[in-house]
Structure formats: structure tokens, C-alpha cells
């Protein structure tokens, strides 16, 4: 009796184990499936033979304007010690709260914002930021976004200081504000 108890042990746990590689094996073909379709997994490329690596062309970083301010910011920063960074993300600079209700909504309206110039000490601690307002910021739409990004950085302790041009007047205001 023992010995018929045995085999039906053993017969049950190979039908179990022959069970298991059969779902395992279709798991792996499934898989490699997928993996062999790689059109699925670039749905915008599988649309088209189109080559967008010629679609693309080179544009200066920064506007004539803000190549001009560059150049005036550099000299101030460097002779005040400092470091000048430009194009920054918004997002480099803050991050959602973990506890925000909509935290990816909270990510996705800042993260590709960018602030003209940021200046900071040696150690790259930012000291204020700079932005440069031409005309465009005279719409309603940019005074928005200028609304919005003002609120977030003053109430994370950033200081901004808004300028339609960098002159030596407005040089020697942001040192005062910078100082204040």
C-alpha cells in the first residue's frame, strides 16, 4: 500500500512540475514575442520609414538678447566671484512635494520650464535668479507662467530679479538686491 501511495505522489508531482514548464514556456515565447516586435514598442516609428535623424537642425542656445545679457551678467559674476549658469530647469531647481495630492500633474508643470540665468556662489548654492523679460512676457499667457513661477521659487526662498535689460544701472540694482 505504501508503495501505491508513493507513486501517486510522484506521478502528481510530475504532472504538477510538467504544469509549471508549460506555463513557463508559454511565458517565455510570449515574451520573446513581444520582444521581436519592436514596432509595438515604438508605436511612432512603426508608422512610417520615415528617417527623422535628418529632420532635425542646429539653433544658437541663447537669443541675440539673452547672448547679450550673458555677456554683461558673465562680467559682473566674475568679478564678484560668482558663478553664472544659464537655460537652468525649473525642475532642477524644485520638486513636488511627496505628499502632493497630483504629484506627477505637479512634476509635469514644471519640468520644462527653464529660468534665463541663474547666479550662484563658488559652491554653486543659488544666489538669485535672473529673468530676462522681453516683449513676449507682456502677454497675458506669460504673465501667467511669470506669476506661477515667481509664487513657487519666493515661497521656496529663491530670490528673482526681473529686467527687460541687462545695463549698468541694472547691474548695480541687482548687486543692492542681491545684498538686501
Known amino acids: 500500500?505504501?508503495?501505491i501511495l508513493w507513486l501517486v505522489i510522484l506521478l502528481s508531482l510530475l504532472l504538477m512540475l510538467r504544469i509549471m514548464l508549460f506555463n513557463f514556456d508559454r511565458w517565455i515565447r510570449k515574451l520573446l514575442y513581444q520582444c521581436s516586435r519592436k514596432k509595438d514598442l515604438y508605436p511612432a516609428e512603426a508608422?512610417?520609414?520615415y528617417d527623422y535623424s535628418y529632420s532635425y537642425q542646429r539653433k544658437s542656445l541663447l537669443s541675440k538678447n539673452e547672448t547679450v545679457a550673458y555677456h554683461k551678467l558673465k562680467s559682473f559674476t566674475d568679478s564678484m566671484d560668482y558663478q553664472l549658469l544659464t537655460k537652468v530647469r525649473?525642475?532642477?531647481l524644485l520638486e513636488p512635494k511627496?505628499?502632493?495630492q497630483?504629484?506627477?500633474g505637479?512634476?509635469?508643470?514644471?519640468?520644462a520650464k527653464h529660468l534665463d540665468f541663474v547666479i550662484c556662489d563658488r559652491e554653486i548654492n543659488v544666489i538669485v535668479i535672473v529673468?530676462?523679460?522681453?516683449?513676449?512676457?507682456d502677454r497675458a499667457d506669460r504673465k501667467q507662467r511669470d506669476y506661477?513661477?515667481?509664487?513657487?521659487?519666493?515661497?521656496?526662498g529663491y530670490k528673482i530679479f526681473h529686467t527687460r535689460n541687462i545695463d549698468e544701472n541694472c547691474l548695480l540694482a541687482l548687486q543692492n538686491y542681491i545684498d538686501n
Do not use: C, R
Not at 106 to 111: E, G, L, M, P, S
Not at 148 to 154: M, N, T
Open 148 to 156: 506661477f513661477v515667481d509664487a513657487i521659487l519666493g515661497n521656496n
Open 102 to 104: 497630483n504629484y506627477k
Open 98 to 100: 511627496p505628499e502632493t
Open 106 to 111: 505637479a512634476q509635469w508643470k514644471i519640468q
Open 1 to 3: 500500500m505504501k508503495g
Open 47 to 49: 508608422k512610417t520609414d
Open 131 to 137: 529673468e530676462l523679460d522681453d516683449s513676449s512676457h
Open 90 to 92: 525649473l525642475f532642477d
